[in-house]
């Protein structure tokens, strides 16, 4: 069990450090993305988020919180288009009403973040 646990943390470290790299150098893989339940048994449920158009998962979530965090990050391709949306009537002043709103910088931040930008 040691041994598989091993294995799983060095392949995880690997996907992390590819994640990381890659967000730094190019866009994420187009939307919309899906989620879709793995066949594991109930105590230890896993997840697969997968683009359309694609036949393989590229990205596995397992935990105790496993589907809402699936279902977050496979949302996360249309909530960064309405977030830059919203950036975008607000930089306009097309959208009056978000004017001076404070939250805009976290917004922006977390637009920098999901692009790999310096927040």
Same mark, same amino acid.
């Given at each position: 069990?040691?041994?598989?646990?091993?294995?799983?943390?060095? *392949?995880?470290?690997?996907?992390?450090?590819?994640?990381?790299?890659?967000?730094?150098?190019?866009?994420?893989?187009?939307?919309?993305?899906?989620?879709?339940?793995?066949?594991?048994?109930?105590?230890?449920? *896993?997840?697969?988020?997968?683009?359309?158009? *694609? *036949?393989?998962?590229?990205?596995?979530?397992? #935990?105790?919180?496993?589907?809402?965090?699936?279902?977050?990050?496979?949302?996360?391709?249309?909530?960064?288009? $309405?977030?830059?949306?919203?950036?975008?009537?607000?930089?306009?002043?097309?959208?009056?009403?978000?004017?001076?709103?404070?939250?805009?910088?976290?917004?922006?931040?977390? $637009?920098?973040?999901?692009? #790999?930008?310096?927040?």
């Amino acid at each position: 069990m040691r041994a598989r646990q091993a294995v799983n943390k060095q *392949q995880n470290d690997k996907n992390k450090n590819i994640s990381e790299m890659t967000m730094k150098t190019k866009p994420h893989t187009p939307g919309p993305w899906n989620m879709i339940t793995h066949a594991t048994p109930e105590y230890a449920p *896993q997840f697969g988020i997968y683009a359309d158009g *694609q *036949q393989f998962d590229f990205g596995i979530i397992r #935990g105790a919180d496993a589907k809402a965090n699936a279902r977050l990050i496979a949302a996360a391709p249309d909530l960064l288009f $309405i977030a830059k949306r919203i950036d975008e009537l607000a930089e306009s002043g097309d959208l009056p009403l978000l004017r001076g709103w404070q939250e805009l910088g976290g917004l922006k931040s977390a $637009i920098a973040r999901a692009e #790999g930008r310096e927040a």
